[in-house]
């Protein structure tokens, strides 16, 4: 296992900023220990908590960039889709982000092949028009945005042993 760590001070600013802030400072300290990018090889040497956190932040990044259809596009609907991120994310408290999770999961399973291949810039933004299936859950992840981000910082604020060391 890789040993992730956080400077306390640095916590504790990011805590008496805001739950995002918070959040950032776990993701971007895996990150780090990391290198920067989750790999079949390092995936490995981290926790199941620590991958559920990397999980949540591709999620909240991607979808809240450019929504589901993005999301499987640049290559994590398998991530989400394939594995037990939702059962993680229940497990963690989120149970209306599960069945959010388990709905995308039935749109991704019907339109992956059209949206996972190689295209155009013009043939992606088509997309949006073509699966308007996915506007209900883009919007529906942004509407419950706050809520899911706040009991994710909960979730790392009452575990964070599973995620870092605290250094003084």
């Not at 956080?6 to 504790?12: A, L, M």
């Not at 600013?13 to 780090?32: L, P, Y």
């Not at 009991?151 to 790392?156: I, R, W």
């Amino acid at each position: 296992m890789i040993e992730v760590k956080v400077k306390e001070e640095k916590v504790r600013t990011a805590a008496n900023t805001d739950m995002d802030a918070f959040v950032q400072v776990f993701v971007d300290a895996i990150h780090e220990a990391i290198g920067g990018q989750l790999t079949n090889e390092n995936l490995g040497a981290l926790s199941p908590d620590q991958i559920t956190l990397l999980g949540w932040s591709y999620l909240h990044t991607e979808v809240m960039d450019g929504g589901y259809v993005q999301l499987i596009h640049n290559g994590y609907g398998a991530f989400f889709f394939k594995n037990p991120f939702a059962v993680a994310m229940r497990n963690w408290g989120l149970t209306d982000l599960y069945s959010h999770i388990r709905k995308a999961k039935r749109y991704y399973e019907k339109y992956r092949n059209e949206i996972e291949c190689e295209m155009s810039d013009d043939d992606f933004m088509a997309l949006y028009e073509q699966m308007p299936e996915f506007d209900e859950l883009d919007d529906d992840f942004i509407v419950n945005e706050e809520q899911w981000m706040a009991k994710v910082a909960e979730y790392v604020d009452d575990h964070i042993e599973d995620f870092v060391v605290i250094e003084q």
